[in-house]
């Protein structure tokens, strides 16, 4: 069995990042089991992330019963995608000559051998049986011996149990461990096997010098992003087999065409969608309840200026299938977010900030969407002493905190430190009390950070 190809998105994940993913998975396994011809294993794709769970994308998934995507830290080879499944086993106390039909009738070079109780024990392999019967000829050394002497001793050994012979000092390891360490490890000690124990130690697999003649990568599908900087370590490493995208084209590169959908559309989640529909799946709803959540938060109920008709006909087709008010089932999904008078100050302000450099200082926009812009400016002198901390702390020029109103489609301008440099970019009048409310303000990408850059 190939290992699974491993469906990710971004670092520091948002609700689109793991939704995508994890829609995108679904996807890509619906069309393997499809296309693969007879008596052929189909691909196995699964949904992975690097990093918590924001609150709404928790909500969702529990919601409607979807477990999370695994957490994966890195996309280096493992020593799971060249370990050999399932090792045969024997136990100490089998007879020497048990082993060796084993050994023959399965044509392999090495049986795991177990305690009672199944976990591991030694290895025994055709080489240690060498050995012994090598040994054997040791008897003619001895004085007076004859050759009945060492078949004597050589048909006594068939009797011996494995565990006389058996090895018991070889390298374990573990399923997730890095290869490359694993092979340093494997060519440093003298013997040519190492079998891999689960957390029980019971062994799971078994590694050889041949199994790592040849490096693998790991397969992995991108959504959400494609550059480096934002993927998994180890992504060099990796063999990038799609992307799934609506951000700007960086500097993930790859040895082989593949095929990589970048669209200019309000979420990750649009286009998986769409993929769907291109092939003619029916999408059913709690994959449907996934993709739209992470359609509405990305493009913030459609209200964000990066949103398009696509989303919006994405939108009318995902509620369709739901059977829902998109509008309120989007409220819903914000909802999950949990309310903002007990959130964590940084979390409220700094959950989603980004820096920004103007050659002579480097200004922090943070954004805080909310449905209750009241509740957020009932926290204001706690927002503007923790935004004076930043300034302190990063020695940042000006901190300007977005408090967006999804439903007033607007955003309150909270401003700290060098307030000059918002105030000119805008035309406004910032102070250090109450804010400035801008109508229509939704995107810090499209409408705040260019025109303080261009300022
Ligand atoms: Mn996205």
Same mark, same amino acid.
């Given at each position: 069995m190939p290992s699974p190809i491993i469906v990710v998105g971004h670092k520091n994940p948002d609700n689109d990042a793991i939704s995508a993913a994890i829609g995108y998975a679904w996807l890509k396994n619906e069309l393997a089991v499809r296309e693969a011809r007879d008596g052929e294993e189909p691909d196995v794709y699964v949904p992975a992330r690097l990093g918590p769970l924001p609150r709404e994308t928790a909500g969702v998934l529990d919601k409607w019963g979807i477990e999370p995507p695994m957490v994966i830290n890195n996309l280096f080879a493992r020593v799971s995608d060249v370990m050999t499944r399932d090792p045969l086993t024997v136990s100490a106390g089998c007879k020497i000559i048990e082993a060796g039909r084993a050994l023959r009738k399965h044509n392999i070079q090495a049986l795991v051998v177990t305690n009672e109780d199944g976990t591991y024990k030694g290895l025994i392999s055709t080489r240690m049986i060498a050995n012994r019967y090598i040994s *054997?000829? $040791?008897?003619?050394?001895?004085?007076? !011996?004859s050759e009945m002497a060492v078949a004597a001793d050589l048909i006594a050994s068939l009797d011996q149990t494995v565990d006389t012979v058996m090895e018991s000092q070889i390298l374990t390891l573990d399923k997730d461990d890095k290869l490359d360490e694993a092979v340093a490890d494997l060519m440093n000690q003298p013997f040519r096997e190492a079998v891999v124990l689960d957390e029980d130690n019971v062994p799971i697999g078994i590694v050889t010098r041949s199994d790592i003649a040849v490096h693998p990568h790991r397969k992995v599908v991108l959504v959400d992003h494609n550059e480096v900087s934002q993927a998994a370590a180890g992504i060099e490493d990796a063999e990038v087999v799609e992307i799934i995208d609506h951000? =700007?084209? *960086?500097d993930v590169s790859t040895v082989y065409p593949i095929k990589f959908v970048n669209m200019p559309? &309000? @979420? @990750?989640a649009t286009i998986v969608t769409l993929e769907a529909q291109r092939y003619g799946v029916d999408i059913p709803k709690p994959i449907a309840a996934v993709l739209l959540s992470a359609v509405m938060t990305d493009t913030v109920v459609l209200k964000s200026?990066? !949103?398009t008709r696509t989303d919006e006909r994405v939108v009318d087709y995902l509620s369709g299938i739901l059977g829902v008010d998109p509008l309120e089932f989007g409220m819903e999904v914000f909802s999950? =977010? &949990? &309310? $903002? $008078? $007990?959130?964590p100050i940084d979390k409220l302000v700094c959950a989603d900030s980004k820096e920004f450099d103007l050659g002579d200082g480097t200004v922090l926009i943070a954004q805080h969407e909310t449905t209750n812009l009241e509740a957020v400016m009932s926290r204001e002198g706690e927002m503007r002493e923790y935004m004076r901390g930043l300034i302190e702390t990063h020695g940042y020029a000006c901190v300007l905190l977005m408090v967006t109103d999804i439903i007033a489609e607007g955003s309150q301008f909270l401003c700290e430190g060098n307030r000059r440099i918002v105030n000119r970019a805008f035309g406004i009048e910032c102070t250090g009390e109450g804010g400035v409310w801008m109508p229509g303000?939704? @995107? =810090?990408?499209?409408?705040?950070a260019s025109r303080i850059l261009e300022a």
């Open positions: *054997a000829t $040791d008897v003619l050394e001895t004085e007076g !011996a951000h =700007r084209i *960086a559309v &309000g @979420s @990750s200026p990066t !949103a999950f =977010r &949990g &309310g $903002d $008078d $007990d959130m303000v939704l @995107s =810090r990408k499209k409408q705040v």
